[in-house]
């Protein structure tokens, strides 16, 4: 029971630091597409979040037109 209290408090800190120092970005894509990028990812085992994180990097690393 004491190793459980302890996951539940670590779980709460991992939570508010998260929230401090992550925002969280939503999109809406066709279901067709998301379950492609699932099963890509999975078989690549890249995770999602990865390869939306490069994106953003490429997208802001690009000079304006």
Do not use: D
Not at 33 to 53: S, Y
Not at 54 to 65: P, T, V
């Amino acid at each position: 029971q004491t190793a459980q209290i302890s996951n539940i408090k670590i779980t709460a800190v991992k939570r508010r630091y998260n929230e401090k120092v992550y925002t969280q970005i939503s999109v809406s894509v066709p279901k067709e597409m998301a379950a492609a990028f699932k099963a890509k990812c999975l078989e690549t085992g890249i995770p999602q979040a990865q390869v939306i994180k490069a994106a953003i990097e490429k997208f802001l690393a690009e000079k304006a037109k």
